[in-house]
């Protein structure tokens, strides 16, 4: 059936409100007055497809939302405001999931023009019982870290480009652009898909960190329909198990235990054994050489380089699989502080290759200019795409032009 203009108009009061967003916070944010809002809502006044745009945006919605037969307005914004009430008041972090649902919504769109079964790729999910503490939230991560190696058949080598691992999992990934104290975030929406993104203002090394951090969310919160990991919320069971299980799953204990192995160390200094012939037990016995097992900043600095983390992540990865004890720990972190980059330059790594890259938006693009090509969007809906990712109208008409589409307008 028809949606009519009274109908159209309940539904958007009805999703201003699950997002808790008053008439005149919706008005403002939309460039409209209060009165035209409830006017609009009232269905007294007609909505221009614009104003739509925006309204949708702000609720986190696609337009055709709107439109369909059934109207849910429990989308990922809501689920996620309602999950973690403290992001509501941060304007910058709703723009940015806002963003996040948008994108999403129109990679879904194009994807249905190009005719893309995107359910192909079943991202897995683990059903766990919740964490009754800290621990049991820390064994769960390193657990499910450890399985989906086994199910992804990576082992304990090093995971290589994290970004290519999560797309052909099936969730969508980016960087954008998120306050300091915002890692990253996870959203899970029915249209959307599962989308990822780390905060571009990090560094490499954390950026990869947070992207196994967020695919954990993913594995193991999927009814939660997202998080957003701030340092507000560290201690919380669920980031706790994530962190756990980025660290085991960047870092697998047996893989940091050869590699430890193939630098000569990570034996005990004395140990004893015993052969049983049958007839009777020999014992033997073996040491080190004193202080010859002892790991240095230098071993941290090439097993932090060798699976793609932070050498403090190595270094509490190390004491977390007791390679090292306390007062190592704490001799390795303070000199890591002091001399762990020049160390780093001196073996060559101190610009390692672990960039965590922007998969999303070659992938936006790219299909982008196939339904540009196939005359599926106009060169305005084209032009509007490239400005959603940051790439300006002379760019897109660049890329027109080198792809020999630029006579198709």
């Not at 390193?142 to 995971?159: H, K, N, S, W, Y």
């Not at 890259?357 to 070659?362: A, D, L, T, Y």
């Amino acid at each position: 059936m028809p949606v009519d203009q009274s109908e159209l108009g309940r539904r958007i009061r009805t999703a201003r409100e699950a997002c808790g967003l008053t008439q005149e916070a919706l008005a403002q944010q939309c460039s409209l007055s209060r009165v035209a809002v409830v006017q609009i809502e009232q269905g007294n006044r007609a909505v221009s497809s614009l104003e739509l745009d925006r309204i949708a945006f702000v609720l986190g919605h696609d337009i055709s939302d709107f439109f369909a037969e059934r109207f849910n307005e429990q989308d990922a914004l809501v689920a996620l405001l309602r999950l973690d009430p403290q992001i509501a008041k941060r304007t910058e972090v709703i723009e940015a999931l806002r963003q996040c649902l948008k994108l999403g919504h129109e990679m879904t769109n194009l994807e249905r023009l190009l005719r893309i079964d995107r359910a192909q790729l079943l991202t897995a999910s683990y059903d766990l019982p919740i964490p009754r503490t800290r621990w049991d939230a820390i064994q769960q991560g390193d657990r499910i870290a450890t399985e989906e190696r086994q199910r992804l058949g990576f082992g304990v080598v090093p995971l290589g480009d994290v970004t290519d691992l999560l797309e052909s999992q099936g969730v969508r990934t980016g960087v954008v652009e998120l306050p300091g104290d915002i890692s990253g975030m996870t959203l899970s929406d029915s249209k959307a898909g599962i989308f990822v993104v780390v905060n571009q203002r990090h560094g490499d090394a954390r950026r990869r960190f947070s992207m196994c951090h967020e695919y954990g969310h993913v594995l193991m919160d999927r009814d939660r329909f997202g998080a957003v990991s701030r340092e507000g919320n560290r201690d919380e069971i669920a980031e706790v198990r994530a962190n756990a299980f980025a660290a085991s799953f960047l870092m697998p204990a047996e893989g940091v235990r050869q590699f430890i192995a193939g630098l000569g160390k990570g034996r005990p200094s004395r140990a004893s054994v015993s052969v049983y012939d049958e007839k009777g037990v020999i014992d033997a016995e073996g040491r080190e050489t004193p202080g010859s097992q002892e790991l240095q900043l230098y071993d941290v600095v090439l097993l932090a380089d060798h699976f793609g983390v932070s050498r403090i992540s190595a270094v509490y990865r190390l004491k977390n699989l007791r390679e090292i004890n306390d007062n190592e720990f704490e001799r390795l972190k303070s000199e890591d502080e002091t001399h762990g980059s020049a160390i780093a330059e001196h073996l060559g790594l101190s610009q390692p290759n672990h960039e965590v890259r922007n998969e999303f938006q070659r992938r936006f693009l790219g299909l982008a200019l196939e339904a540009y090509r196939r005359e599926e969007i106009t060169r305005s809906k084209f032009v509007e795409l490239g400005a959603m990712v940051g790439v300006k109208k002379h760019r897109m008409d660049q890329m027109l032009a080198s792809a020999g589409l630029d006579d198709a307008a």
